[in-house]
Each structure stands twice: as structure tokens, then as C-alpha cells.
């Protein structure tokens, strides 16, 4: 590791605000983060506009917090790269962090370098655990994504499958929402799971007959629709607790047999999860229970979106040769093996 390598990251893609600078590859000196989810909370899911807004009230505040707890008071001397989120993501959200890097960037005359936001999302396994070596298999499951990924080498990344519709994370919200359960959804349903039955009710295990390695949420959500309109006309209490452990068995039933699909086929048992959706107890659970894998899984608060992940992301990049020049711009479709 280059101990000397300090790296600013920034993430601004969706409704987190995030500043870090990291030493090397996992030596965290500062990470901040600031979250709109209260602001959201009301309209059930981010609103674009406001989100950028945001972003831009909370940004320099996050840098000045960043050097301060890292000890840095002449960054254009002391930074070496400034890795900054530039997709996918919202377009609003992603400007902000993107023209805040360049305009730093130009002014201290540090290397800038574009990072793409899932892959920042796999590099919270590589913060976590020096001992997670390609190759190895990654499942992104997070608010706008669901896949599995074969990491051949850093860098090399192999869609093995993906969601043909919702993400997994955007499932937990929408049907936290149906439930009255506010924004986001994934904690508050996690955290009820535990306490209902999860065999209360049969909702389908999305793709279960199918030996492609794919996702599908959009049929199970509307299974629990159905389910809670069956339950309001009877006029019965909804069974809250049963209905998230029910759905939430389901899920991760779908998570976890595609990852065993992708095993059988790649013959690679070491298997890492990164984004939101990899704070889900249920999931981790069911991971750890598989002893013949050889399962990595990040803190929770590094499974969301933060700023560390993107700097480990942009180092390591940096150090394979990759680098920005000021013409970089916001990709909000970025796909990450393109
Ligand atoms: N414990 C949990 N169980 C299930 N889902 C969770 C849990 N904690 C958070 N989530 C879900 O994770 C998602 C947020 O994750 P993340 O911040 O990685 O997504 P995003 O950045 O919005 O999407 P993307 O990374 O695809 O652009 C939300 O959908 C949220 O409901
Ligand atoms: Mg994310």
C-alpha cells in the first residue's frame, strides 16, 4: 500500500451527500455523510430537484469537515487524486459532486479521476477485507440495481446477470409504501421481518424454476399488493410483521439461489455483496449459513452509499492507469462494463 496516497472522495449520485478521504487502499482518515432521507421521507422516494439542491448546500461544508478530521490544511499539497462519482445516477445529483471535483481539481491541479458508482459499491468489500482477491463473485443489490457480477481482475468485470425489472432495494420501498411504512424501505421491513412468520404467506420466489441467472421483483411486489387488498376488503388488521418476514423470505430466497446459480457455472465459491440492499440481515444470514462459500460482506454503513467506497474505487483505478482530464461529465446511465 501507498501510505504517502491520500485520495478525496466524493459521491453525490442519488440523496447522500458524501465526503472521505482515504489513505491507500482502505485507510479511512475522514467520512462524512449527509442524508436527505428526512427530506424525502414525505414523498415516499427522492425528489431529483430537491436532491441536487441539497447536495449543493452540504458539499463544501462536507469537504472542509473532511480535511479538518484528516488533518489536511493544504490540499493541493497534500492531495493526490480526487476521485469523484460520475455515474449512474441522477443527472442533478451527479453534476454537483462531478463540477465540484473539477473545479478543485483545476484549482489545486490534483489528478481527477471519474468513478463509476457500482463499482465504488463493490470497493466496500475491498475497504472491509485486504483478503478479498479476484476472482471472485459480487451481487450489487442496492436501490437501483440487482446484479451478479464475476470479477475476473480488478477492473474486469463480467455481467453474469442482472433484474429485468425492479431492483431489490426498489421492491423493499414499494412495498414498505403499500405498507404505510415510510422511506426507505428495506430497514424498517428488515427489522419487522425478524419479528413475523416468514411462512405466513406463499409469495413467489421470483425466476424459482429458471437456471438463468436473473432477477425479476416486479411479479412479487405485486403478489404482496394483491395479498394486502385481499386482507383490507376482509377488513382483517394487516399483519405487518408477517407479511415483511414473508416477503422478505422470498427475496432473499431469489438473491440467494441466483448466487448459487452463478457458482455452479463460474465453479468460484468466494462470493462478496456490496449496496444497500447487503445490509439486510435475512441476506446476510442466509450467506453465512453456506460454509463451502467463502462469503466477504461490508459493514452496514459502508453496504449504502458513501464516500469511501468511490476514493478505494478511484485509487485503485488510478493506480491501473486510468485518469480524467476536465472534460469528464455526468453519465447518469454509466453501465459498469461499458
Ligand atoms: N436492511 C436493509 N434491507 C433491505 N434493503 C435495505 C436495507 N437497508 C437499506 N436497504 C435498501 O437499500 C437501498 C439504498 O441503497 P443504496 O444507497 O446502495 O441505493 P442507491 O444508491 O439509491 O442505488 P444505486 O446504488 O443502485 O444507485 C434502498 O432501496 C433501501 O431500502
Ligand atoms: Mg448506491
Known sequence: MNSNFLTLGIESSCDDTAVS?????????????????????????????????????????????????????????????????????????????????????????????????????????????EDLLPPFICLIVSGGHTEIILVEDWGQYQLLGETRDDAAGEAYDKVAKLLGLGYPGGPVIDRLAQQGNPEAFRF????????????????????????VNELQKSKTDLPVADICASFQRAAVTALVSKLERATEVTGIQKIAISGGVAANKGLRKELLKRKYWEVFIPPVIRCTDNAVMIAAAGYNSFQRGNISDLSLAPNPSWHLLS
Open 21 to 129: 478521504v482515504l489513505e491507500g487502499q482502505r485507510n479511512v482518515k475522514a467520512d462524512f455523510i449527509s442524508s436527505q432521507i428526512k427530506e424525502h421521507a414525505p414523498f415516499g422516494g427522492v425528489v431529483p430537484e430537491f436532491a441536487s439542491r441539497m447536495h449543493l448546500e452540504a458539499i463544501l461544508p462536507l469537504i472542509q469537515a473532511a480535511f479538518s478530521q484528516a488533518g489536511i490544511s493544504s490540499p493541493a499539497s497534500e492531495l493526490s487524486l480526487i476521485a469523484v462519482t460520475a455515474g449512474p445516477g441522477l443527472m442533478g445529483s451527479l453534476m454537483v459532486g462531478v463540477m465540484t471535483a473539477k473545479a478543485f481539481a483545476q484549482s489545486w491541479g490534483v489528478p481527477l479521476l471519474g468513478v463509476n458508482h457500482l463499482e465504488g459499491h463493490l470497493f466496500a468489500n475491498v475497504v472491509a477485507s
Open 204 to 227: 413467489p420466489v421470483p425466476l424459482k424454476g429458471s437456471n438463468e441467472i436473473a432477477f425479476s421483483f416486479s411479479g412479487l411486489k405485486t403478489a404482496v399488493l394483491w395479498t
